[in-house]
């Protein structure tokens, strides 16, 4: 499964952005999507991830109701919507494919992209 990622950028916080991933080589409608984040000197963390068809969603407590995850099967694409942008938001957001659902949240699964900068200024 290859993964891009596209969209980040340097955007003023309350800004907003939004984040592609084309997928390709493996059965995108069928596999759950997740994106996750690294900021310096932090461990990576989940963001949001969506189910296979997209009729579930789930997201990390500090971005709910300002970020929004959305899939197009038929174009193998996964979706993040980030309004009103906060500088603690800056990290590198990775997409990932068949994330693992663990208590609390998600961790990532076995394929990821290359990331795409978001730096949110104050």
């Known amino acids: 499964v290859h993964l891009v990622e596209s969209g980040g950028g340097l955007v003023q916080a309350g800004g907003s952005l939004r984040l592609s991933c084309s997928a390709s080589?493996?059965?995108?409608?069928?596999?759950?999507m997740g994106w996750f984040r690294q900021a310096p000197g932090l461990e990576r963390e989940y963001v949001a991830a969506?189910?296979?068809?997209?009729?579930?969603?789930y997201y990390r407590n500090s971005v709910k109701g300002r970020f929004t995850i959305s899939r197009d099967n038929a174009k193998n694409t996964v979706y993040l919507q980030m309004n009103s942008l906060k500088p603690e938001d800056t990290a590198v957001y990775y997409c990932?494919?068949?994330?693992?659902?663990?208590?609390?949240?998600?961790?990532?699964?076995?394929?990821w992209g290359q990331g795409t900068q978001v730096t949110v200024s104050s």
């Open positions: 080589g493996g059965t995108f409608s069928s596999t759950a």
């Open positions: 990932n494919a068949d994330p693992e659902s663990t208590l609390g949240g998600f961790i990532m699964g076995p394929y």
């Open positions: 969506i189910s296979y068809n997209g009729g579930k969603t």
